[in-house]
């Protein structure tokens, strides 16, 4: 394989399992001019168990606009270069999206090297529909606004795939509980493909009750979760143009509230629709 020059490969790294490293990526970082890494000591572990010793960049959130002209030059130049991001592939929940956004602007080549991702991952052992999905990465840290957030997706018909800590896991579940039905179908992913992988579902109430009972609250998590299994009616559809206008002069309770006046329908499925139609307008 010979790599083209000025080029940047986005490459998809392990997301715990090293033996999930594909042959194409092993050889991509074996012959690229630079690495432009999250973190070049997590990156320089991966290295050190290829047998790689490779010139390496910072690339992360905090230096993103600085090293994007830093790039930029070093492509012009003819090297090619690869981002990667500590585990998974890059952009998903991880820098890389105005570098390859600027990049394909001025008509520089970004070639993808595929490779694990913990969303497909989890979803591929959850159980739950994969038909259509939305991936809505981390929640809020505060309460207040993961409950919002939370709020404005529960009629949400996709099945959704959420990111957590092990800080907020026991607390966002909880919030799960609150807001979702307690027949919603979740399964929670732990540690994928590391040594502590577990992976257990059941409803909310049930894998709130796991987490705060077990010794499960440590390591990284994917949450997926069913979809609202009722779709929104045909007259809450013929409402949203109302509702929408309403939300452009008042509060989300307040346009529901209003709209449950004209059109006679009850004001909690307006209300959960005025809070995701807010959500799409932010």
Same mark, same amino acid.
């Given at each position: 394989?010979?790599?083209?020059?000025? !080029?940047?490969?986005?490459?998809?790294?392990?997301?715990?399992?090293?033996?999930?490293?594909?042959?194409?990526?092993?050889? !991509?970082?074996?012959?690229?001019?630079?690495?432009?890494?999250?973190?070049?000591?997590?990156?320089?572990?991966?290295?050190?168990?290829?047998?790689?010793?490779?010139?390496?960049?910072?690339?992360?959130?905090?230096?993103?606009?600085?090293? $994007?002209?830093?790039?930029?030059?070093?492509?012009?130049?003819?090297?090619?270069?690869?981002?990667?991001?500590?585990?998974?592939?890059?952009?998903?929940?991880?820098?890389?999206?105005?570098?390859?956004?600027?990049?394909?602007?001025?008509?520089?080549?970004?070639?993808?090297?595929?490779?694990?991702?913990?969303? =497909?991952?989890?979803?591929?052992?959850?159980?739950?529909?994969?038909?259509?999905?939305?991936?809505?990465?981390?929640?809020?840290?505060?309460?207040?606004?993961? $409950?919002?957030? $939370?709020?404005?997706?529960?009629?949400?018909?996709?099945?959704? !795939? %959420?990111?957590?800590?092990?800080?907020?896991? &026991?607390?966002?579940?909880?919030? %799960?509980?609150?807001? %979702?039905?307690?027949?919603?179908?979740?399964?929670?992913?732990?540690?994928?493909?590391?040594?502590?992988?577990?992976?257990?579902?059941?409803?909310? &109430?049930?894998?709130? +009750?796991?987490?705060?009972?077990?010794?499960?609250?440590?390591?990284?998590?994917?949450?997926?979760?069913?979809?609202?299994?009722?779709?929104?009616?045909?007259?809450?559809?013929?409402? +949203?143009?109302?509702?929408?206008?309403?939300?452009?002069?008042?509060?989300?309770? +307040?346009?529901?509230? &209003?709209?449950?006046? =004209?059109?006679?329908?009850?004001?909690?499925?307006?209300?959960?629709?005025?809070?995701? $139609?807010?959500?799409?307008? +932010?």
């Amino acid at each position: 394989m010979t790599l083209n020059k000025g !080029v940047l490969y986005v490459v998809a790294t392990p997301i715990g399992n090293l033996g999930d490293f594909t042959d194409r990526a092993k050889q !991509v970082l074996s012959e690229v001019d630079v690495i432009a890494a999250e973190d070049t000591r997590t990156t320089g572990k991966l290295l050190n168990y290829l047998g790689l010793k490779k010139t390496m960049m910072p690339y992360h959130e905090h230096n993103e606009t600085r090293q $994007l002209e830093v790039i930029e030059t070093k492509l012009s130049q003819g090297q090619s270069i690869a981002l990667v991001s500590d585990a998974g592939t890059p952009l998903i929940s991880d820098p890389g999206y105005p570098l390859v956004n600027q990049l394909l602007s001025k008509d520089f080549r970004v070639i993808p090297i595929p490779g694990p991702s913990a969303i =497909i991952t989890a979803l591929s052992v959850s159980g739950i529909a994969t038909d259509r999905f939305t991936f809505e990465g981390f929640l809020p840290s505060k309460a207040t606004a993961r $409950l919002s957030k $939370l709020k404005a997706l529960v009629n949400e018909p996709r099945t959704m !795939v %959420f990111y957590e800590s092990c800080h907020r896991i &026991a607390a966002c579940l909880d919030d %799960f509980k609150k807001v %979702f039905e307690n027949d919603r179908k979740i399964t929670v992913c732990r540690e994928l493909t590391k040594k502590f992988e577990t992976i257990a579902s059941g409803t909310t &109430a049930e894998l709130c +009750q796991w987490v705060q009972q077990s010794q499960q609250q440590k390591g990284e998590f994917v949450l997926v979760v069913s979809g609202q299994s009722t779709a929104v009616d045909n007259d809450l559809l013929s409402a +949203q143009p109302i509702l929408e206008t309403l939300l452009s002069y008042l509060a989300p309770s +307040q346009a529901a509230a &209003a709209t449950a006046q =004209i059109t006679g329908l009850k004001k909690k499925p307006l209300y959960q629709l005025a809070l995701s $139609l807010q959500e799409d307008l +932010q």
